[in-house]
């Protein structure tokens, strides 16, 4: 089972979001969508949301060790769908950069998994995992804690 190497693959205007993650962001700066975009999934299936999303014109498609990366800049929104050959297939993961109430920046994610469960949550575990590392790396590089 490979997984992508998302410290390499995160797009650059994703990353630079990230750098925020423990400092408020000024109230005229944007961060990503609202709230209920980035909590939600969005569609009744991995397959739908894989055909729209390549649909759309203004995303930008990759393969990265099998797996479908679907950048969509507008709605800072990182899309990662398994490979046919991976334990979870089908999923799709959906990460998004947000401002909350307090203007501090993190990634909200959510997932769709149509496999049995033990992928799946090994496969949620494993974002979840990655989020933290990304956001532990920018905590050192900014000096916070």
């Known amino acids: ?14 990353c630079a979001a990230q750098v925020a993650f423990a400092q408020p962001v000024a109230p005229s700066q944007s961060a990503g969508p609202d709230s209920e ?30 797996w479908t990366i679907i950048h969509d800049k507008a709605n800072w929104t ?6 046919p050959n991976h334990p979870a297939h089908p999923a799709g993961v959906k990460r998004v950069i947000v401002r ?14 149509q496999a049995e469960k033990e992928p799946c949550d090994k ?9 933290e590392r990304i956001k532990d790396s920018f905590r050192h590089k900014d000096g916070s804690n």
């Open 37 to 66: 975009y980035a909590s939600k999934f969005g569609y009744p299936t991995v397959a739908a949301a894989l055909a729209d999303l390549k649909a759309r014109p203004n995303v930008s498609i990759s393969i990265q060790g099998g």
């Open 1 to 14: 089972m490979r997984r992508p190497n998302w410290l390499s693959v995160l797009p650059s205007a994703v």
């Open 78 to 83: 990182l899309w990662s769908f398994t490979p």
């Open 100 to 113: 909350d109430a307090e203007g501090n920046v993190h990634i909200s994610m959510t997932a769709l998994c």
């Open 123 to 131: 496969l949620v575990a494993e974002f979840q995992a990655l989020n």
